[in-house]
């Protein structure tokens, strides 16, 4: 059998889309071999519509304000996705269904594929559709709130990222000011962002008693495909955190109070405890480009070669400004085998993370493209954040590109330091996710009571917000994922382990090139094995327990208080 799509796809009409998808559910699968043709056919289908979904996506965050680059984004939401979805339902069942498939499943990589496949099918629920593109579009008005977020400050308009930038100054009434600045700011907010999260809990849990779950969290499992782990396994991960990780931020906080002198405010949490200026390690976008660039070179020219060949394309949109969403993130385009980085640089150091945070993603990108089918490069989270976490710990060797002196030890030790803050939050925000949709009917009240709650549970008790206690109550709000992405988070906590386990490797074993060689062969194999599978050839392991995370922990400890 011959493929019968065109060589050229048109994705910008339904109806054609559709028909493509048509022409592949009326093919005879007669042999192993027509099976073999279709799964390209519908790979390459896959990839050119993801490809057209990523593109609207990326002109819309890019520019929030521009009312024709969101239609044609909502377009693609709310009436191309909707007219896609039972269709491709019937492809995939077509797929499972077929004789031939079973002689698959011998290659561990179309087991993973086929079993994926199933699951989608036994989710698929046809009145679920709109209730998706009601998602879809309750998302964008939540990007569309946090893109027009902007304060005045000393007669300039600047976005609230920029805004932050002033957190970093040693003038503490500047501090103080600036706070209280973006907290009134982002209050105007918080009644139309609780407006659109009650409205996506109750979708949400809609969705999933629509599919036969008996909450959200439980159909969301199976949605994401997580086949390694379970709920119980997160619980344990939340009280790993809690045990092991807790203490050591409180010993980083109690190290910032004594050497400031004060109590801590919620606007001396991100200053340089000794009064010096904030880290300025790079003066716009392209000289974060260029850096980061040189960075990646010296760990292996690969990696570097990545971020030029981006750059020679026009795949990233690094600085901040007016209208451009918040955020950062790594969009693989499907199709042209290449990602497209997006974030808001405003010169400091949490910028210099985020760029090769995303390069960790790009360069996966790159290292699956020669993978025969769009779906051996559809990774796990807990397997795409590995790559681009491991990044952020492995180019540290490299941050005298950025740094020098004292300002390099300073970045080294705020890296490390973001690491210890970053285990507690991503616990509390997947705890708080658990409960939102294990309890879908609670009030606003209980849920902010329940969010104190965790801050306790997992916070250092060492900030005082005597006064404006209420700012505590929607600190969630700025985090896109309860919004955009719900239960995408605790990957990044479970990556995050990963990657230290990785850096750890490179920086204490014998042979660090090995340590390198893993984490690229890991990237190679897109998700062709299972999730263990693949941490085994990383070098490291798919772990919740106490005792591994305090052994992590324990390393990372050491390196911060050199």
Partial sequence: ???????????????????????????????????????????????????????????????????????SYLEFVQEIQPKVAPIEDQLNIKIVDTKFSK???????????????????????????????????????????????????????????????????????????????????????????????????AKRHEM????????????????????????????????????????????????????????LKPWDTAVDPLGREALHPFENGADLLAKSIKVLDRLDPFFGDCLRTMESNSLLDLDSRIGKAPGGYNYPLAQTNMPFIFMNATSNLRDVETLLHEAGHAIHSFQMAPLPLNAFK??????????????????????????????LKRALAEQLEGVISTLPWIATIDAFQHWIYENPTHTRD?????????????????????????????????QLHLFEVPFYYIEYGIAQLGAIGIWKNYMTGDNPQLALDQYKNFMKLGYMKSIPEIYEEAGVKLDFSARYIQELMSFVESQWEK
């Fill in 103 to 201: 002689s698959f499943e011998d290659n561990q990589a179309y087991f993973i594929y086929l079993r994926s496949l199933r699951s989608a099918v036994d989710l698929f629920r046809e009145k679920n559709i709109s209730i998706q593109s009601e998602l879809s579009t309750l998302a964008s008005e939540y990007s569309a709130i946090q893109g027009k977020q902007t304060i005045v400050w000393e007669g300039e308009t600047i976005t609230l990222q920029r805004a932050s930038n002033i957190l970093l100054t040693p003038n503490r009434v500047n501090r103080e000011k600036i706070w209280n600045l973006i907290w009134e700011r982002r209050k105007k907010d918080v009644d139309a962002l609780e407006d659109i999260f009650d409205k996506m809990v």
């Fill in 1 to 71: 059998m011959k493929s019968i799509l065109p060589d050229i796809l048109n994705t910008k009409n339904a109806d054609i889309i559709i028909s493509y998808f048509q022409n592949l559910l009326d093919i005879e699968i007669s042999s192993n071999e027509d099976l073999e043709v279709f799964f390209q056919d519908v790979s390459r289908l896959e990839s050119a519509v993801s490809e057209e979904m990523a593109w609207r996506y990326i002109k819309m965050t890019c520019n929030t304000q521009d009312q024709e680059i969101e239609k």
């Fill in 378 to 407: 559809d990774t796990p989270s807990e397997v795409a954040e590995l790559a681009s976490m491991s990044m952020e710990l492995l180019s540290m060797s490299a941050w005298d590109e950025f740094f020098s002196g004292d300002d």
């Fill in 208 to 263: 999933a008693v629509n599919a036969g779950f008996e909450n959200y969290r439980d159909y969301k499992f199976v949605s994401l495909g997580r086949f390694d782990y379970n709920v119980e396994d997160c619980k344990e991960f939340h009280n790993s955190i809690e045990k092991f990780v807790v203490p050591i931020q409180k010993k980083v906080m109690q190290h910032r109070r004594e050497l400031m002198g004060h109590d």
């Fill in 446 to 478: 209980e849920r902010r009571e329940y969010w104190k709650s965790l801050q306790q549970r997992f916070g250092t008790g060492m900030v005082n917000y005597t006064g404006i206690e209420s700012a505590l109550d929607y600190t969630w709000h700025r």
